[in-house]
């Protein structure tokens, strides 16, 4: 049930890069590019960077009125270590490992509610 919830949200982020009216932004940071995507009201949807045109680093995702709703790492096109994914009052702390996930953890009010490996 979590790793069909994590697909769905790794299907939104996916299908939102692609239908969007706003043009996203690329800026050359160093070595690396930071790409901004937005939301057709003008708010960001995501942000982060890519690097040979991997997404790599840090990316945060945003719903339509600017709240945070996803934030983890990439290194080199595959997903990293922490990821966190905000939903109401629950987050939702994923342990990502060879791009698979390897634990999750659901965090409500700075308690633990339920922990799958």
Same mark, same amino acid.
């Given at each position: 049930?979590?790793?069909?919830?994590?697909?769905?949200?790794?299907?939104? #982020? /996916?299908? $939102?890069?692609?239908?969007?009216?706003?043009?996203?932004? #690329?800026?050359? =940071?160093?070595?690396? *590019?930071?790409?901004?995507? #937005?939301?057709?009201?003008? =708010?960001?949807?995501?942000?982060?960077?890519?690097?040979?045109?991997?997404?790599?680093? $840090?990316? /945060?995702?945003? %719903?339509? =009125?600017?709240?945070?709703?996803?934030?983890? &790492?990439?290194?080199?096109?595959? &997903? /990293?270590?922490? !990821?966190? #994914? !905000?939903? %109401?009052?629950?987050?939702? =702390?994923?342990?990502? $490992?060879?791009?698979?996930?390897?634990?999750?953890?659901? !965090?409500? %009010?700075?308690? *633990?509610?339920?922990?799958?490996?």
């Amino acid at each position: 049930m979590m790793k069909q919830a994590i697909l769905i949200l790794a299907v939104v #982020f /996916s299908a $939102q890069i692609y239908a969007q009216d706003i043009k996203p932004t #690329f800026e050359k =940071e160093g070595k690396m *590019v930071k790409a901004t995507y #937005f939301h057709d009201n003008g =708010e960001v949807a995501q942000t982060g960077f890519l690097l040979d045109g991997k997404l790599h680093g $840090q990316w /945060s995702m945003y %719903n339509v =009125e600017g709240k945070k709703i996803v934030s983890g &790492r990439y290194e080199n096109g595959v &997903r /990293s270590g922490k !990821w966190f #994914f !905000w939903k %109401n009052d629950i987050l939702k =702390e994923v342990d990502f $490992q060879d791009n698979k996930i390897a634990y999750v953890k659901d !965090w409500n %009010n700075a308690q *633990v509610v339920s922990v799958d490996k």
